[in-house]
């Protein structure tokens, strides 16, 4: 499954690219794309794995960047 989403207050270029790194590690992660200047994310996980992905990628996100809200 792949879904997009707005990373609102998104400050930093080198923290998207933390995020996108550690997330790329989940398990059941197909694919991420953490993009700075468009402050999206592209996130193609299996199916039977979306929920629990997107739970950590928002804990993850979260430990980076505390401000950023993810829509």
């Not at 990628?57 to 505390?66: A, C, F, M, Q, T």
């Amino acid at each position: 499954m792949k879904r997009r989403f707005t990373l609102e207050n998104l400050g930093c270029a080198n923290c998207a690219t933390k995020m996108e790194d550690s997330i790329s590690k989940l398990d059941g992660v197909n694919s991420v794309v953490v993009n700075f200047m468009t402050t999206k994310m592209i996130l193609d996980v299996e199916d039977d794995k979306f929920d629990d992905v997107l739970k950590k990628s928002v804990e993850i996100i979260k430990s980076i960047e505390p401000y950023v809200e993810v829509k």
